[in-house]
């Protein structure tokens, strides 16, 4: 079957996530950015955290880095 101009409107709507799949249009749910990791489990967000974190702070240490090389 041909996909309808109405599954482009119920995509633009939300999507339905079931099992990591879109079932309105079929993306993945890796695609998006703030995907739930697939491992699962309510401690899965932590090293996202950590990754956060990590960034963070190494953005403040090479900016602390450069104004001392500028002083
Ligand atoms: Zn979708």
New binding site residues.
């Given amino acids: 079957m041909e996909i309808e101009p109405e599954s482009t409107a119920v995509?633009a709507a939300g999507?339905?996530y079931v099992d990591g799949r879109?079932t309105?249009?079929?993306?993945s749910l890796a695609t998006n950015k703030i995907a739930l990791p697939q491992t699962g489990g309510t401690g899965s967000l932590q090293p996202l955290f950590a990754v956060l974190l990590a960034s963070g702070k190494t953005l403040v240490a090479s900016a602390r880095s450069v104004s001392k090389r500028n002083s």
């Avoid at 309105?24 to 993306?27: E, I, T």
């Fill in positions: 995509r999507h339905h879109c309105v249009c079929g993306a």
